[in-house]
């Protein structure tokens, strides 16, 4: 029987997947999968690959899967998803790295634990620089209600930290359709996944294990670069708080859902990466998005934050927009959720 599944998309990161393999073989073991898929790399990402698969399948099992179009983070992960056997699941990206031995302490981690899933600190990495960056939640080490960790709303929560590599997940919600992705999301693919974990999931854990190092700065990662993909943010938050209005506790979790979206749509506002006419349609979009939330939360996270922020969107909020922008962008939904 497979113990963990490690999903691990790869994308135009020549200069890094050699460290990510080598890593991965330091955390290998016999009941270990390797789940590894290429998104149509256009460099020697995919060379790279085939060269460390016969040396991986000396450790652990390992599964390589190549994608022929290119379709972004979100869908390359439910590739991966769809091909786990693990009784527990993970995620790394392929230009990030571990530190020896840490998978199997995580799954000593979740197996003690005996919770759906656990939650990790990382350590941000940019160039020279090394920073911890811990899960923002109090108890640790004690399984709880993953629903009690999305509040309160004016402060950083889990639900604020979404690197899905920081965690292990049991089978169960895979199986229950929580652990796929909104197909074809470019950017902020972990918030509406996140999200689902804490309202729908039945126990959780955060743990102060470290082992997982974050590549931040790399010049071909999303984050850094200033095109319309950046812009999927807003359908990821509208899915977010479509979600969430739905919800049992819709009243008391809507105003986090909405605060959390106004202050990405600010400081998506004040960034100078974004090209001209990009930073054109991030304020049309934007001005779109705030008409579309619900005016209460709206009006208690404006109140909520600090007056240039709140005066920024308020400007925002009153501008006319387009008929194009003023309609919600379309939420693809993985199959599996569809069916949940």
């Known amino acids: 029987m497979v113990k963990l599944s490690v999903i691990v998309p790869f994308y135009n990161v020549q200069s890094y997947a050699a460290e990510t393999l080598r890593s991965l073989k330091a955390n290998a073991r016999q009941d270990f999968e390797f789940i590894l898929v290429d998104d149509a790399s256009k460099d020697e990402t995919p060379e790279i690959l085939e060269r460390a698969e016969s040396d991986l399948k000396a450790v652990a099992r390992v599964t390589r899967v190549r994608h022929a179009d290119n379709g972004g983070l979100a869908t ?45 600190d990382h350590i941000q990495c940019t160039a020279r620089s090394r920073t911890l960056a811990r899960v ?32 292990i997940y049991h ?19 972990d918030r509406p996944w996140i ?43 509208d899915q977010v708080v479509e979600e969430t209005a739905r919800d049992r506790d819709a009243e008391v979790l809507l105003p986090k859902a909405v605060r959390s979206y106004c202050a990405i749509i600010s400081h998506h506002l004040t960034s100078d990466r974004f090209e001209p006419h990009v930073a054109r349609k991030l304020r049309s979009m934007s001005a779109a998005a705030l008409k579309r939330l619900p005016s209460g939360p709206l009006n208690q996270a404006l109140d ?14 009153r501008r006319p ?5 003023a309609q919600p962008p379309a939420t693809a939904v993985h199959r599996t959720e569809a069916a949940a």
């Open 76 to 120: 390359a992960r439910n590739t991966g998803l769809d091909r786990a056997n693990g009784e527990f699941v993970t995620f790394l990206d392929g230009d990030d790295w571990l530190a020896p031995g840490y998978y199997p302490r995580l799954v000593a981690c979740i197996e003690r634990l005996g919770c759906d899933f656990v939650r990790t």
């Open 171 to 189: 089978r169960r919600l895979l199986d229950a359709g929580l652990l796929h992705f909104t197909d074809g999301l470019r950017t902020a693919e």
């Open 195 to 237: 999200w689902r974990l804490h309202r729908e999931a039945g126990s959780f854990a955060a743990v102060g294990l470290l082992g997982v190092f974050y590549r931040r700065g790399v010049a071909s990662s999303l984050t850094q670069i200033g095109d319309v993909r950046q812009l999927d943010f807003i359908r990821a938050f």
């Open 136 to 167: 923002p939640h109090g108890r640790r080490g004690v399984v709880g209600d993953p629903r009690e960790a999305i509040l309160p709303a004016g402060r950083s929560t889990s639900v604020d930290y979404a690197y899905a590599w920081a965690g």
């Open 321 to 325: 927009v387009g008929q194009a922008a």
């Open 304 to 317: 909520s934050m600090d007056t240039e922020r709140a005066s920024r969107l308020r400007r925002l909020r």
